[in-house]
């Protein structure tokens, strides 16, 4: 007698997720190049931005070499706008997939997620060969609180993303909300600057924003002499923890009427 296989529903999830990751790649990347396109692009941004700035800085910002300073800046924002702005427009991308009653929302923000997450690995690994052949001087004096940063600001773009692809359903001008709030992040997110390079009358104005903290507290732990001022890990972290919350907590009170819109 033929036996049926049950399966636990986080398996069924991680399945479920597995497989619109599969599917995002296949929709993105269809064309020659394919998914080297993906890492091809950010590195070739961020080395240039980097390489510029190195030249004309002279060598150094703040004890540590300014193309590594640079790069640490670019990785950031970068890990953070691509993820928030895939992960905002994830449910609505998928949505003909929730006629599966298998298929949630959640689904599918965490599959674009992890995909950007695992492009900016690759970026990581590239980025960090191109400096060993240049000669930079390439540091990690606290690898753990890199990786911690890296996935504050990987949390935060996805909780905000959810929190807008849910929105969205509803609003249907949550996009343009979006783009006007973050093009500005660019450049009041230290990527070009330090807050050491700038008054302490003038932080309040800057330092409400986590991916500064983010940028300049792993500045400090791949250079321990960089000594970031006026940034918190404690922020930081409670900013996270904080959306987060929210976040699943919108998502409790709404999918099921974001799939039945």
Not at 112 to 137: C, H, P, R, S, T
Not at 173 to 179: L, P, Q
Not at 220 to 242: E, F, R
Not at 244 to 251: E, Q, R, T
């Amino acid at each position: 007698m033929a036996q049926v296989k049950t399966r636990l529903a986080y398996q069924v999830w991680q399945d479920v997720v597995f497989a619109i990751f599969i599917r995002e790649i296949r929709s993105k990347f269809d064309d020659k190049v394919g998914i080297s396109w993906a890492v091809i692009q950010p590195v070739s941004f961020i080395f240039i931005l980097s390489f510029i700035r190195g030249r004309m800085d002279g060598g150094l910002t703040h004890t540590m070499p300014t193309f590594m300073f640079m790069m640490y800046g670019m990785l950031m924002i970068q890990l953070f706008l691509s993820t928030l702005s895939s992960t905002a427009n994830s449910i609505h991308r998928n949505k003909a997939l929730f006629s599966f009653r298998q298929v949630q929302p959640l689904s599918a923000v965490m599959a674009n997620a992890l995909f950007e997450i695992l492009v900016k690995v690759a970026v990581i690994f590239v980025l960090w060969l191109a400096v060993y052949f240049m000669g930079i001087e390439m540091r990690l004096d606290d690898s753990l609180m890199v990786l911690l940063m890296l996935f504050n600001v990987w949390m935060i773009a996805t909780s905000l993303g959810l929190i807008m692809a849910l929105a969205k359903a509803f609003i249907v001008e949550v996009d343009k909300i979006r783009n006007l709030i973050t093009r500005p992040m660019f450049f009041i997110s230290g990527v070009f600057f330090s807050l050491q390079d700038i008054s302490e009358q003038y932080w309040p104005f800057l330092n409400w924003n986590p991916l500064l903290h983010s940028i300049e507290l792993s500045r400090q732990a791949a250079y321990a002499g960089y000594q970031a001022q006026g940034v918190s890990l404690t922020y930081v972290n409670l900013t996270t923890l904080t959306l987060m919350f929210s976040a699943l907590v919108f998502y409790q009170l709404t999918w099921r009427q974001v799939i039945s819109r």
